[in-house]
């Protein structure tokens, strides 16, 4: 169904049965439910940054007692773009794709070399943050926690650190010239 096509159903309900479409939806799917509170609500957007912060945190650093960690990238990004979908600020979905590449960095830099494909999925995340954060005019806003990611990246195998360092100063050299 397109887009005109489904303004001109729902033109065709009534307000009662509008209402009823919205809160038979909130209740159905989790997303639309975390849109409506952001839409209503804008002040709960900091509660849900924090909620997909810590999901992306407890895939490499889990509080649990077993602490097994899975450092999913799937679900890291899963939760960026779950947040992103809710329309935050540029600057809040930036913080939370450098969460991403921060704490891949820094777990291969606390527990050793991890497999190339790891390092692929980090670089990656790491690009794909510095090029949201560039199009936003937001890289100064989060340089020392870029740099972060290329201290950690320093002692690791696979060309790791070399692949971090072309691609911050790929962003970061336009921004010091």
């Avoid at 650093?61 to 990238?73: D, G, H, I, L, V």
């Avoid at 600020?89 to 070399?113: H, I, R, W």
């Avoid at 911050?168 to 010239?177: R, S, V």
Wanted: proline share 5%; hydrophobic share 35%.
């Amino acid at each position: 169904m397109s887009k005109t096509q489904l303004k001109k159903e729902l033109q065709s309900l009534t307000k009662e049965q509008l209402i009823e479409q919205i809160t038979v939806l909130c209740d159905t799917y989790k997303p639309v439910k975390e849109y409506f509170q952001t839409f209503l609500n804008p002040e709960n957007i900091q509660e849900l940054f924090a909620k997909y912060k810590a999901v992306i945190v407890n895939e490499f650093y889990p509080e649990t007692k077993s602490w097994n960690p899975k450092m999913r990238f799937s679900v890291a990004k899963k939760a960026i773009a779950d947040f992103g979908a809710l329309k935050p600020s540029p600057k809040l979905l930036a913080d939370l794709m450098v969460t991403l590449a921060e704490n891949a960095s820094k777990f291969t830099y606390d527990y050793g070399d991890m497999t190339e494909q790891y390092y692929n999925s980090t670089v990656t995340n790491f690009e794909r943050a510095l090029k949201y954060m560039h199009k936003e005019g937001l890289l100064d806003d989060f340089k020392l926690r870029c740099e972060d990611c290329l201290k950690y990246a320093e002692p690791c195998g696979y060309g790791f650190p070399d692949e971090m360092n072309d691609v911050y100063y790929e962003y970061y050299q336009e921004e010091d010239e």
